[in-house]
């Protein structure tokens, strides 16, 4: 696509944020400058927005309503960092997550699941899951994730559950997951070591094209930035869609291109490129 640009989606871990978790004033002035073009740069994030907010906050995202949209836990939130208001919250059913954790104990009883819910704010660990975290997991202290019956964490419904084995590693627990064949639910990895499930048809994609209808963008008008498999459906979906450079075949092969490295500020790199060419 070689028309003019009016969003940037961008996921953050392992593509806008560097290994240590933060953008540099370079990319910061880059991001502002798109935006002082009428471009909105939305994060696109498996993050809930209390993580979120730290992020957004060095990167410009939360000064104005205006361009103060994200979309949370991997599509299912559509949130205003801002305003507050809430456009979407597609939901993880009751039955459908007890089907899965039933299904998943007969052959796994060693999963763990977490669940999260109440716009992001909740997160509800089963007993034992702590054991097997750390901090930059979920950025929060594994030691106040607290110890829930797993009837706890499946009693409401949730934007997402997050499943993880001791031993699986995320690729292979996928794999299971996908193998029961189950109806209702949308499993996927991020990076992390663990694998995150969201209700059928909830992925990075249908949350950007929720949020594009609402605002009046067309997905030719859109670039979109990923590094994992839960960016894969919003690179097809997006007109124009750049993979980072460490990203594995198949993210790169559901891309229009390829920035550069994470560490080396490749989404503003390649954000001032589509300045340089008039498409912002």
Known sequence: MTGPLRLVATDLDGTLLRSDRTVNAW????????RARDVLVVPVTARQPVSLR?????????????????LCSNGALGINLVSGE??????????????????????LPEVRFVAVRDRGDAFVAQEGYAAM????DHHRDPASMGAAALSEVLAEPNLKLVLRHPQLAPAELLARVQAL???????TVS??????????????ATGL??????????????????????????????GTSYAMDHADDEVKA?????AGDHDDDGVARTLMDLMRSGRI
């Open 27 to 34: 990319t910061r002035s880059v991001l502002d400058a798109c």
């Open 54 to 70: 730290p992020i957004a906050e060095q990167c410009g995202m939360d000064e104005t309503a205006e361009h103060g949209w994200a």
């Open 86 to 107: 809430v456009l979407f919250e597609r939901l993880l059913a009751v039955d459908v997550a007890t089907t899965l954790a039933e299904a998943l104990a007969v052959d």
């Open 133 to 136: 975290a750390s901090f930059t």
């Open 181 to 187: 064949g189950l109806e209702g639910v949308e499993p």
């Open 191 to 204: 990076g992390a070591d663990f694998v995150e499930v969201s209700a059928a048809g909830v992925t990075k």
């Open 209 to 238: 094209a929720l949020l594009c209808e609402g605002l009046g963008i067309q997905a030719d008008q859109v670039a979109a930035f990923g590094d994992a498999h839960n960016d894969i459906a919003m690179l097809r979906w997006a």
């Open 254 to 258: 559901a891309a229009t291109g390829v």
